[in-house]
């Protein structure tokens, strides 16, 4: 079984900065692609961005694309979402997920690609 477990969110005012971080256990963590979704109050879980096993690709959603960076460190088992310039819009739980399988295909941006979820954590951007 995996877990997932993410830390890291908070209150902070617009064009702030964050860092979310995952550790993940229970399986051969670098193995597998990775992700992060967020979901806003009344509003779908949406695509953030994803890495793929190795840390060499990486995808983003056109609304965080050059404010937000995901990375991973294999040997600590440890999934990051480094979020600049934000926006009261960025406001959501955030939510870290792996996928069952080791194949990294950019266009895994629905939820249902993904297997393992964490318990999100809270960002709230203040205006």
């Known amino acids: 079984q995996v877990q997932l477990v993410e830390s890291g969110g908070g209150l902070v005012q617009a064009g702030g900065s964050l860092r979310l971080s995952c550790a993940a256990s229970g399986r051969a963590f670098n193995n597998y692609p990775m992700g992060w979704f967020r979901q806003a109050p009344g509003k779908e879980r949406e695509y953030v961005a994803s890495?793929?096993?190795?840390?060499?690709?990486?995808g983003y959603a056109d609304s965080v694309k050059g404010r937000f960076y995901i990375s991973r460190d294999n040997a600590k088992s440890m999934l990051y979402l480094q979020m600049n310039t934000l926006k009261p819009e960025d406001t959501a739980i955030y939510y870290c997920a792996a996928k069952g399988t080791i194949q990294w295909y950019s266009t895994d941006r629905a939820p249902k690609d993904y297997v393992y979820w964490g318990q999100g954590t809270q960002v709230t951007v203040s205006s």
């Open positions: 890495i793929s096993g190795s840390g060499g690709s990486t």
